[in-house]
């Protein structure tokens, strides 16, 4: 039995509004499935290999990532492997803005490669074009000489 509607009363209705405003705005937030959720792990830098050339290995599965997601490589000749260790979907490599540099599709159990000249110094993207929405995304940098 309410008595008066005082200030309390207009409080406590203010404050229940928020809450119930602020639930619907985080649920609004968990709205992007799990896949998007998974983080980004990992990184490694190049290892020198045969004729100078750069190594660099990432695998990719059905988490719809690269791991590592970052590599670290120098100025000169890499040979990027990809490495599908899952099952389900291809995957392929991509660096964003050189479409030379890209491993065609890469079916679960195969592994394919690229060799590219890394560009200038800096940080570039590179993607699965087929998951770019899952988020499956990573990051080249390019040191300087």
Known sequence: ??????PRTTVLLT???ATAVGALVL????SQSAINREPHQGSSTAAAGANGEQDV??????SYRFSPSTITVH???VRLTLRHT???APHDWSLSGFPDDHVPLT??????????TAPAPGSYQFVCTIHV???QTGTLVVLPN
């Open 75 to 77: 100025p000169g000749t």
């Open 15 to 17: 404050t229940g509004l």
């Open 86 to 88: 899952g099952g389900g």
């Open 107 to 116: 079916q679960a159990g195969q592994t394919r490669s690229l060799t590219f």
């Open 1 to 6: 039995m309410i008595r008066t509607a005082g």
């Open 57 to 62: 290995l990432i695998t990719t599965d059905s």
């Open 133 to 135: 929405k899952q988020g």
């Open 27 to 30: 649920a609004g937030c968990q």
